[in-house]
């Protein structure tokens, strides 16, 4: 999904000063949530996770801990134990365990209006989703990467702070919160609970940031 997401891991949690790093950590961050929901971590991507830097340069950043978290899960697991779990919590023949689809939280059912309504979006955005993906583009790890095509994009009138804005606050704030608390309560996660505490986190300093834009 994501050829960033190992650079996200060299960041402690709480973004840096600048405003132009602040969102390359942004964009870093989406990557690697996106690369995270997607699929199994792949061992590289977990080696790396596992080496990342926890303490933040300033004492108090509001993502600290949950970063922390998320290493510290990391650590305490095998690969072959995050991949079990990623299979149980989202994958298997038919109904999952817990579904990683906007669709879904929106509606209750899987490929209804708020799937057309973000295809809309994404054709208004000159984004279409790979044929070679099964998942439909309501998929968090999907919406990711748009969100990081968004920040990190080199066509300023699509890559900007308002359509980051529009669609966040259209596609993805209304529902992730539902899918961290249904992730956090299932009996089996560890690893992705740690993952859905800091996409929590990291989706309230979100909402808080374009907040300050209205």
């Known amino acids: 999904m994501t050829d960033t997401a190992g650079q996200a891991l060299h960041l402690a949690a709480p973004m840096p000063s600048s405003a132009l790093d602040e969102e390359t950590a942004r964009a870093e961050l989406y990557g690697l949530l996106a690369a995270l929901y997607y699929a199994p971590p792949t061992p590289e991507l977990l ?3 596992r ?3 926890t303490e933040a340069p300033a004492a108090g950043g509001f993502l600290e801990e949950p970063w922390r978290e998320l290493v510290g899960a990391a650590r305490a697991l095998t690969d072959e134990a995050v991949k079990r779990e990623y299979d149980a919590l989202f994958g298997g023949v038919g109904k999952p365990e817990v579904y990683l689809f906007g669709s879904h939280y929106l509606s ?18 000159g984004l279409a989703r790979d044929e070679a993906m099964p998942e439909t583009e309501d998929h968090i790890a999907y919406l990711s990467e748009v969100m990081r095509y968004l920040i990190a994009g080199d066509d300023v009138a699509v890559a900007n702070l308002t359509r980051q804005q529009e669609f966040f606050s259209e596609h993805v704030q209304p529902w992730v919160m539902l899918m961290c608390d249904a992730i956090t309560q299932h009996p089996k996660a560890r690893f992705y609970a740690a993952l859905a505490e800091f996409t929590r986190a990291f989706i309230g300093v979100e ?3 374009f907040d300050m834009l209205t």
Do not use: C, H, Y
């Open 51 to 53: 080496v990342a830097i």
């Open 108 to 125: 209750g059912f899987l490929n209804e209006k708020p799937l057309a309504k973000l295809r809309d979006t994404l054709a208004s955005l």
């Open 207 to 209: 909402v808080q940031g």
């Open 47 to 49: 080696a790396q996770l």
